[in-house]
């Protein structure tokens, strides 16, 4: 993955420079929105069945690392598997070291965790992470900085995306700590790609009407 951004960086951004929101897309299509809940499914089931924490990991890393190889095997691209194979290790890794299943989710909740901090840094410095990759989107720049309404809109839009990082540590994080690691597993499924579409689309709608072409304008003077 040497010189390529994360395969959700990408989507995102393509997304949100379109004229239009296609949600197909935003869930990475069907086989990406399976190759990207079938993992945590398969925890969640291994762990009802067997309980412990080997038998859940290693049922969740084997599906994963069989995903990655159908795609290879396929020739098709493999960003997306191979994203979605990383933070699966990481959960893996986790909870190999500590012994324990709810280790598999706590890297989750670090990273929505650091996520939530960054958005809101960046918008308290006047510096919307939105507005920032709106920027880049449209080869604008910074420039939107001195547009008072096109900065409005990405500060909001920016607080859509902040809030749903903080609803999922909000949502998720009491059951980590409770152990109810089954409930946890299934909420994080619909917490995690159909969430993420649905405040892409909020920050779509928030952000497509902010470039300066499409700012109110003075009228233009009247003469006698």
């Known amino acids: ?29 069907w086989r990406g929105f399976v190759e990207s809940s079938l993992p945590g499914i398969v925890f969640v089931v291994a762990y009802l069945v067997w309980g412990g924490f080997r038998a859940p990991v290693l049922a969740a890393a084997a599906v994963m690392v069989l995903l990655v190889i159908v795609r290879l095997i396929q020739r098709t ?41 960054g958005i809101l840094v960046s918008m308290v410095a006047g510096w919307p992470v939105v507005g920032i990759v709106m920027g880049l989107i ?12 096109e900065r409005r809109r990405y500060q909001l839009a920016s ?7 903080a609803l999922r540590l909000a949502v998720q994080l009491p059951l980590l700590l409770a152990g109810q690691l089954a409930v946890l597993g ?39």
């Open 186 to 224: 299934t909420v994080k499924l619909a917490m995690g790609v159909p969430l993420f579409a649905l405040t892409l689309w909020g920050v779509w709608l928030l952000s497509r009407d902010a470039g300066p072409a499409r700012e109110p304008r003075d009228p233009p003077p009247t003469t006698r």
């Open 77 to 117: 691209p493999i960003t997306q598997a191979l994203a979605g194979a990383a933070g699966v290790a990481i959960g893996a890794i986790w909870a190999w070291r500590s012994g324990d299943a709810a280790g598999y989710f706590e890297p989750g909740m670090w990273i929505n965790a650091a996520y939530l901090a």
């Open 159 to 165: 607080g859509v995306l902040a809030a749903m990082f």
């Open 138 to 149: 449209h080869g604008e720049g910074t420039s939107w900085r001195q547009r008072a309404g």
């Open 1 to 29: 993955m040497t010189g390529e951004r994360p395969a959700t960086e990408n989507r995102a951004a393509s997304l949100l420079g379109g004229e239009s929101f296609d949600l197909h897309a935003a869930i990475g299509g």
